[in-house]
């Protein structure tokens, strides 16, 4: 079947919260992928607040921050699609043409930084979808959020697979020379044909590559993320990607490893068949290796690592490549004492 150009899918599995279904069926089969739209819409969601608290013992911090709901990077493997659901989409083509953007958010991070009770913790950004999507390059809600971080000295992470992130280099020199910033810049594959197929709408590996370069070069703590680690698509990539981050300047490296989730079980094995069908079975037959013979695995402690024998492997192979490019680096801490209350420096 015909794929979208630089979708990740063409098709839109059900949402487990609708209790009425839509659709087109013709016998003459003139409602085909192809006819679907494909177009990027835009909505404004106008939440009462910004921060998303987590109580996750398996996740390193409690609160999170995310600009925009959906994502147009468009990657087959991606948990968030199925939050999609929760605004009446699926987690299908939906999760990657209708963005939800939340324009009044730096406003309403800084009524959080402005109560007498707020006590100053590392906030990530992109906890769920990237804060410099596509869609960031007119909106600019990420910038707002991060004069925000600035004004108020706060701590702040940043996850991104996005270039995008050097538009605003200036403001993350200013965050990181008060130890207020970290940043991390996901590489899943450094080879250009699975990146095209696997997340159609992110840049180029080696772009990112270069994106650590500058970034570190510019001052700014940096590490690298190789999530999701896939059994038989990029798991023989894991030594070079660390590598060349290392390279280029990265203090530290992480992973995670796939698990499909919700509908993005049946996205996956479509997207797998379309574009490797001669592994598709291994490929899956790998991944329930992981999660105890299920696609998927809500156990913390174990959703991300997985178990099991070829989960141990894919372990070992990832820490002696750390061990050995990243001996002698480290990020260093956050500065949580340079919170101003009011945003503003004391007069006297």
């Known amino acids: 079947m015909k794929l979208f150009s630089g979708r990740g899918t063409y098709y839109n599995p059900e949402n487990q919260y609708e209790k009425t279904k839509r659709g087109k069926f013709f016998e003459e089969g003139i409602d085909k992928a192809d006819k679907l739209p494909a177009i990027t819409r835009s909505f404004i969601d106008n939440s009462k607040g910004i921060l998303s608290k987590n109580d996750s013992p398996d996740i390193p911090f409690q609160y999170s921050i995310n600009p925009y709901q959906g994502c147009e990077h468009g990657c087959i493997y991606c948990y968030a699609r199925n939050s999609h659901n929760y605004y009446g989409f699926s987690a299908g083509l939906d999760f990657e043409v209708n963005i939800i953007a939340k324009p009044n958010a730096a406003t309403l991070l800084e009524k959080e930084f402005m109560k007498k009770n707020w006590r100053p913790e590392p906030i990530i950004m992109s906890g769920n979808t990237d804060c410099y999507q596509p869609a960031e390059r007119k909106l600019k809600i990420t910038r707002g959020l991060l004069e925000v971080f600035l004004k108020y000295r706060h701590p702040v992470s940043i996850i991104t697979k996005n270039v995008l992130i050097l538009r605003d280099i200036y403001i993350l020199k200013e965050l990181a020379a008060l130890q207020l910033l970290r940043v991390a810049i996901t590489i899943t594959t450094l080879c250009e044909e699975t990146r ?37 698509i990029n798991g023989h990539e894991i030594e070079d990607i660390l590598k060349r981050a290392s390279d280029a300047g990265a203090l530290n490296g992480s992973y995670t490893m796939i698990r499909l989730n919700g509908a993005v079980g049946e996205l996956f094995t479509q997207w797998l068949q379309t574009y490797y069908p001669d592994r598709t079975e291994k490929v899956l037959s790998a991944i329930r290796s992981l999660h105890g013979g299920n696609l998927n695995d809500s156990r913390w402690g174990l959703r991300m690592k997985g178990e099991g024998a070829l989960a141990t492997t894919f372990h070992m192979l990832f820490k002696a490549a750390k061990k050995k490019y990243f001996q002698d680096c480290s990020l260093p801490p956050f500065n949580t004492k340079a919170f101003i209350k009011g945003g503003q420096y004391p007069l006297f």
Not at 198 to 211: N, Q, S
């Open 196 to 232: 095209l197929a696997m997340e159609p709408r992110t840049v180029h590996g080696e772009k990112k590559i270069k994106a650590i370069a500058k970034l570190s070069a510019a001052g700014i703590p940096v590490s690298v993320m190789m999530g999701p680690i896939i059994p038989g």
